[in-house]
């Protein structure tokens, strides 16, 4: 017996064309990935609330665009819309400060500085990267696969390898300058 974890695209595709007949049987693709998504939007824009509010319009979106969705990944269809509405949100974002993290956060102070300490040492290496290695690792942490990652960026699947390449080489010369590249 499969686990539906490990093959979530073998139904996807089922789900989808009852939801196109009928929206509200969307409830079931919303349910696999809002978690996923909402972690996605969350690690990319760093607060609760614009991830809440990004995982919300990704969905809207989806959902509007269903009819016209056509055979394909689906997984990777939702996180192409996930990167757009990700990155709109980002650009129009002001820069959170440190005091703003610790009035609204629910942990000790110190937890909310660690934390913050670690978010900005992720986000510092991986806006050194460029933005199209970014996406590919971003999109990577989220679970995506080569093929999907490369359907969600509208990529061949040989030029994602190659992003990806280049980029985790450059995250690991970044992490051990010492590392000699051969």
Do not use: C
Not at 22 to 51: C, H, K, M, N
Not at 102 to 117: H, R
Request: proline fraction near 7%.
């Amino acid at each position: 017996m499969t686990d539906e974890r490990e093959r979530p695209e073998a139904d996807d595709e089922q789900l989808v064309q009852v939801a196109q007949r009928d929206p509200s049987a969307f409830a079931p693709l919303y349910r696999r990935y809002v978690g996923p998504i909402y972690a996605f939007a969350y690690q990319r824009l760093g607060t609760r609330e614009l991830a809440e509010d990004a995982t919300s319009q990704v969905f809207v979106q989806a959902l509007a665009a269903l009819p016209g969705y056509r055979a394909g990944t689906f997984r990777a269809w939702l996180y192409a819309i996930a990167r757009n509405v990700v990155t709109d949100l980002h650009r129009a974002r002001p820069v959170d400060s440190l005091d703003e993290r610790m009035a609204t956060a629910d942990p000790t102070p110190d937890e909310v500085f660690f934390a913050l300490d670690r978010e900005i040492d992720l986000r510092a290496l991986l806006a050194r990267l460029t933005p199209e290695q970014r996406d590919v690792v971003e999109l990577r942490l989220a679970g995506l696969n080569g093929p999907e990652i490369a359907h969600a960026l509208d990529r061949s699947p040989g030029a994602v390898r190659a992003l990806q390449f280049r980029a985790y080489q450059q995250l690991r010369t970044m992490l051990d300058p010492k590392q000699v590249t051969k």
